[in-house]
């Protein structure tokens, strides 16, 4: 009788403790381990697939680690409209806008993992790894620029591209200056479904782990109460807030530029820049935010020679950037794109990111973000939130910002947008 109790005990215990992990493992992918999951996914369905004995070769990626993304995203939905497999193209290690003869190609895979694009884009967009050289029957098509090429002019020619007597060619090579900067013909969640395809190569992840979990540790001993630790150590995930601070000097002179001219032009009283002092205190005030709370400040690399940067700060935030935190080594060995592409996915991993909403950067992130709730209300609910400091909030805070899913274009949740959807 006795035995049969304990037997019974303890497979209460076991399924409980089972129920837990199944629970407890939950909650940590959608915070840490998240991946998407191709079959659970709203915005994955199953497609047809694209041809892969048909190919479309792109010139060089350039600019920023946005435009270069977004840029990569446009090159394989035009490979998908012309039903061809993409390439792998170059993108640029380096940033430059003008000396483009410095730009230093980095391939696409020594940053993205073709392997991991290729199975969780499978039957949506596809790159390949040949080299264009192998091909003979190559096509060329020159895309235009300036003022007068407008998108309409730019979808036509691509609509062009899919007759007969184009598409018999094996390859269809793309010329022209940075034909991916400009024209956007496609909507928002396409992009995301490309975005969430672009994982980091597992050498550069790992160094994205060393990061986060040095802010991890500093999160933990901060606000906790070890018997709560000691019952369920499973329960407790640190967390932290990552703020992308935009207040570097060519920014602030552009931004006020920005405001002037909006206000000048349509009446318009955009807000743009946030002084260091406006983002401490929104942060500050940010609801129902843990205290204390350890805050990463992804900032441009000259700001880290800026002493007063970590100073001001709410008593109960505790600031780092990649200085402080220790980790400027981690960062210094690499080229501009690659610290950048890090910077990004700490700010990704965050329980709570501050932005500036007329920032690309954040605005990437925030979409990204959106897409890993994987719920329709990203407005409410605390975990993976996301705010724009230049937009004043609730009581003080940033305002509350997510990703119109919906959105017809890029355009109006990229740079220039003030768009945070949230009501
Ligand atoms: C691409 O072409 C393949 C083979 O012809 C076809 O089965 C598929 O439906 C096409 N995909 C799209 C998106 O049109
Ligand atoms: C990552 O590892 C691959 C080979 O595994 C190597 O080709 C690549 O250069 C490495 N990337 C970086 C940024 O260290
Ligand atoms: C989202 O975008 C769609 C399409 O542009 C628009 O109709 C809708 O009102 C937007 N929703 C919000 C909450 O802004």
């Not at 002019?153 to 007597?165: G, I, K």
């Not at 802010?215 to 019952?231: C, H």
Request: glycine share 6%; aromatic share 10%; hydrophobic share 40%.
């Amino acid at each position: 009788m006795v035995y049969r109790w304990v037997l019974l005990l303890f497979s209460c215990l076991l399924l409980s403790r089972f129920l837990m992990l199944t629970q407890l493992r939950d909650i940590g992918r959608a915070y840490y381990q998240w991946t998407p999951d191709p079959t659970s996914s709203r915005l994955m369905k199953p497609e047809a697939g694209v041809r892969d004995d048909k190919f479309v070769e792109v010139p060089q990626i350039i600019w920023g680690l946005n435009n270069q993304k977004i840029a990569l995203a446009r090159a394989a939905l035009t490979a998908r409209k012309l039903n061809r497999t993409l390439l792998m193209p170059s993108l640029s290690a380096s940033l430059f806008y003008k000396e483009t003869d410095l730009l230093e190609p980095l391939g696409f895979d020594q940053l993205f993992s073709l392997h991991r694009f290729n199975s969780l884009c499978d039957g949506f967009v596809r790159i390949s790894s040949m080299n264009s050289g192998v091909f003979s029957d190559v096509f060329v098509v020159a895309k235009g620029n300036g003022r007068r090429w407008t998108a309409e002019r730019d979808m036509a020619q691509l609509e062009e591209c899919s007759t007969p007597e184009i598409d018999r060619h094996t390859v269809i090579k793309l010329e022209g200056k940075h034909p991916f900067l400009w024209h956007d013909h496609w909507p928002v969640v396409d992009y995301a479904r490309v975005f969430e395809c672009l994982v980091l190569v597992d050498n550069l992840s790992a160094q994205v782990s060393r990061v986060v979990s040095k802010l991890k540790i500093l999160s933990s001993p901060t606000g906790i109460d070890y018997n709560k630790i000691r019952l369920s150590p499973f329960m407790f995930q640190p967390k932290y807030v990552a703020v992308h601070m935009r207040i570097e000097k060519d920014w602030m002179i552009h931004c006020k530029k920005l405001e002037m001219r909006s206000k000048a032009r349509n009446g318009k009283d955009l807000r743009i820049c946030s002084s260091k002092e406006e983002i401490m205190k929104r942060v500050a005030n940010i609801p129902g935010l843990e205290k204390p709370s350890v805050v990463y400040l992804a900032v441009a690399d000259d700001l880290l020679e800026d002493k007063t940067l970590l100073e001001g700060w709410s008593g109960f935030l505790a600031p780092y950037e990649k200085k402080k935190l220790g980790v400027l080594d981690i960062y210094s060995k690499y080229p501009y794109l690659i610290q950048s592409a890090i910077d990004y996915e700490v700010c990704l991993q965050a329980d709570t990111f501050v932005g500036n909403s007329f920032s690309t950067f954040s605005s990437l992130i925030v979409l990204q973000r959106g897409m890993r709730i994987n719920k329709a209300r990203g407005c409410e609910g605390s975990t993976m939130a996301s705010y724009a400091y230049n937009i004043e909030g609730p009581a003080g805070g940033p305002k509350r910002w997510a990703t119109n899913m919906s959105d017809l274009s890029l355009a109006a949740i990229s740079y220039g947008s003030n768009e945070v959807s949230c009501l």
